[in-house]
């Protein structure tokens, strides 16, 4: 072991209750809003081909002449009891809402910086009414906040010059100010998400962010800061130079999933993923696979099947409304949570072999074991293979608890539930107990038709 004094301060899951909630939330909403989602992806009728919140990176807009959209901003049609109302419907139990992005542009008032939505014609904080109308709906929130600030002219993407070392020495300030800032207005905010924390600049400040983050546990005590925000003093990002993981839950799975449990190293974890290949603000033209809803439901069943939250992206328009097609994916996720969701919520890695119809989950502090079936056998036979001694009970389709299935031992430990479904369009659950003690073939119903 290295001898570390900013790598991991704890090893394993947190044992809290703020954690423990965080742990069972299932489903989450991201909303990335901000200047960008005015151009949505487009200048002077060009479409720009990387991600739409990048704009300003892009070489065929003058730097200016995007931060001047700051004079534009004013989404008369921004409604965030609507918002609050699309993520409830849907089933969102979490929301991580940007406050500032890239380019600076804050949605609330920032006392630090001119840069922000006091100074746009809309005028008025964006935040408060967004973390007011989600607490309202009972759905926690979560500030995503980029350390990246291409609007601060105390920003580097390097300290190489003393100049450049007294430049960030203030920006790292400012960057504090405001962290203490949003945890002092919004102080019902259960998280901070961080990002823009990959250049060598903030990966050099091992002990500044170390003591920043230490502050605002202190500040705001059961905090949720996942592993992107430091770097330990080797500059290791995510895991230290240990290979024990930084902060609080492992935020690498950015529009990509594990396979298995090895993979997430038994981390808490969310995934965070878009609907297009690669848009998180708002981008006119959604070229390439726009993700369905079916696969965006597969995606949150298998991040739960390995102990994780999957996260949907919303970019909402420069008018401030949600677009009719993330609608559309709220409103279809909504339908199949509304029959399904006790398989998603509080559950966890139900520790069997994944077969080829779908995933386990199991509900937390209880034997129940949840199959969410996306691939139905075309014998109707569903293998399912427990560990040696556990016995198994009945088995059900979570939507019709009435309905005994068959179960047949084909071998130790090995079953075969049936039900026939022909008529399935949607995935769907079936649901069975679990008893430690097995005392075979006398577990469960033999078969009732
Ligand atoms: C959550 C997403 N993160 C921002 C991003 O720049 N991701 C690209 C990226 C991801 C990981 C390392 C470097 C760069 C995107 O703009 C979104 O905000």
Same mark, same amino acid.
């Given at each position: 072991?290295?001898?570390?004094?900013?790598?991991?301060?704890?090893?394993?899951?947190?044992?809290?209750?703020?954690?423990?909630?965080?742990?069972?939330?299932?489903?989450?909403?991201?909303?990335?809003?901000?200047?960008?989602?005015?151009?949505?992806?487009?200048?002077?009728?060009?479409?720009?081909?990387?991600?739409?919140?990048?704009?300003?990176?892009?070489?065929?807009?003058?730097?200016?002449?995007?931060?001047?959209?700051?004079?534009?901003?004013?989404?008369?049609?921004?409604?965030?009891?609507?918002?609050?109302?699309?993520?409830?419907?849907?089933?969102?139990?979490?929301?991580?809402?940007?406050?500032?992005?890239?380019?600076?542009?804050?949605?609330?008032?920032?006392?630090?910086?001119?840069?922000?939505?006091?100074?746009?014609?809309?005028?008025?904080?964006?935040?408060?009414?967004?973390?007011?109308?989600?607490?309202?709906?009972?759905?926690?929130?979560?500030?995503?906040?980029?350390?990246?600030?291409?609007?601060?002219?105390?920003?580097?993407?390097?300290?190489?010059?003393?100049?450049?070392?007294?430049?960030?020495?203030?920006?790292?300030?400012?960057?504090?100010?405001?962290?203490?800032?949003?945890?002092?207005?919004?102080? $019902? &905010? =259960?998280?901070?998400?961080?990002? *823009?924390?990959?250049?060598?600049?903030?990966?050099? #400040?091992?002990?500044? @962010?170390?003591?920043?983050?230490?502050?605002?546990?202190?500040?705001?005590?059961?905090?949720?800061?996942?592993?992107?925000?430091?770097?330990?003093?080797?500059?290791?990002?995510?895991?230290?130079?240990?290979?024990?993981?930084?902060?609080?839950?492992?935020?690498?799975?950015?529009?990509?999933?594990?396979?298995?449990?090895?993979?997430?190293?038994?981390?808490?974890?969310?995934?965070?993923?878009?609907?297009?290949?690669?848009?998180?603000?708002?981008?006119?033209?959604?070229?390439?696979?726009?993700?369905?809803?079916?696969?965006?439901?597969?995606? $949150? &069943? =298998?991040?739960?099947?390995?102990? *994780?939250?999957?996260?949907?992206?919303?970019?909402? #328009?420069?008018?401030? @409304?949600?677009?009719?097609?993330?609608?559309?994916?709220?409103?279809?996720?909504?339908?199949?949570?509304?029959?399904?969701?006790?398989?998603?919520?509080?559950?966890?890695?139900?520790?069997?072999?994944?077969?080829?119809?779908?995933?386990?989950?199991?509900?937390?502090?209880?034997?129940?074991?949840?199959?969410?079936?996306?691939?139905?056998?075309?014998?109707?036979?569903?293998?399912?293979?427990?560990?040696?001694?556990?016995?198994?009970?009945?088995?059900?389709?979570?939507?019709?608890?009435?309905?005994?299935?068959?179960?047949?031992?084909?071998?130790?430990?090995?079953?075969?539930?049936?039900?026939?479904?022909?008529?399935?369009?949607?995935?769907?659950?079936?649901?069975?107990?679990?008893?430690?003690?097995?005392?075979?073939?006398?577990?469960?119903?033999?078969?009732?038709?």
């Amino acid at each position: 072991k290295i001898n570390l004094v900013h790598g991991a301060h704890r090893d394993g899951k947190r044992p809290d209750e703020a954690m423990k909630k965080w742990r069972g939330y299932g489903l989450g909403q991201f909303i990335h809003w901000g200047l960008y989602a005015i151009p949505g992806g487009e200048w002077n009728g060009k479409t720009y081909n990387g991600a739409a919140e990048w704009i300003r990176s892009w070489d065929g807009i003058p730097k200016s002449t995007y931060d001047s959209l700051i004079y534009k901003f004013n989404p008369v049609n921004f409604d965030a009891k609507a918002w609050a109302a699309t993520a409830k419907q849907m089933g969102a139990k979490y929301v991580t809402i940007t406050t500032k992005h890239h380019d600076g542009f804050c949605l609330w008032p920032s006392k630090y910086t001119d840069y922000t939505v006091a100074n746009s014609p809309w005028k008025k904080d964006i935040i408060k009414p967004l973390v007011d109308a989600y607490d309202a709906a009972g759905i926690d929130v979560i500030l995503y906040f980029s350390v990246m600030d291409w609007n601060h002219p105390g920003w580097r993407y390097d300290i190489k010059t003393e100049a450049d070392s007294i430049a960030f020495e203030g920006f790292k300030q400012f960057t504090r100010n405001q962290l203490i800032e949003l945890l002092t207005l919004y102080p $019902t &905010a =259960k998280g901070l998400w961080f990002d *823009g924390t990959w250049d060598k600049s903030w990966v050099k #400040q091992a002990a500044f @962010a170390d003591e920043l983050e230490q502050e605002l546990r202190k500040l705001r005590p059961g905090i949720i800061i996942g592993s992107r925000f430091r770097a330990d003093e080797y500059g290791k990002r995510h895991f230290d130079s240990n290979g024990v993981l930084i902060g609080d839950y492992e935020q690498g799975w950015e529009r990509k999933l594990p396979e298995k449990i090895a993979d997430v190293h038994g981390n808490d974890w969310d995934c965070v993923m878009t609907v297009p290949e690669n848009q998180w603000g708002y981008n006119k033209a959604w070229k390439g696979h726009i993700k369905t809803a079916f696969e965006l439901i597969e995606m $949150t &069943a =298998k991040s739960v099947s390995l102990g *994780g939250n999957f996260v949907m992206n919303f970019g909402p #328009q420069g008018d401030g @409304a949600i677009r009719k097609e993330e609608l559309q994916l709220a409103k279809e996720i909504g339908d199949w949570m509304k029959v399904n969701s006790e398989a998603i919520y509080n559950c966890e890695y139900a520790v069997l072999d994944k077969q080829d119809w779908g995933y386990f989950t199991k509900k937390t502090g209880s034997n129940k074991i949840y199959m969410l079936v996306f691939n139905t056998p075309i014998n109707g036979k569903y293998r399912v293979k427990l560990p040696a001694k556990m016995g198994i009970s009945m088995a059900a389709p979570l939507s019709n608890p009435g309905v005994k299935l068959k179960i047949e031992e084909i071998k130790a430990n090995e079953y075969f539930i049936e039900f026939n479904n022909p008529s399935a369009k949607q995935p769907f659950v079936i649901t069975f107990e679990t008893d430690t003690d097995k005392k075979s073939n006398q577990n469960y119903e033999k078969a009732k038709t």
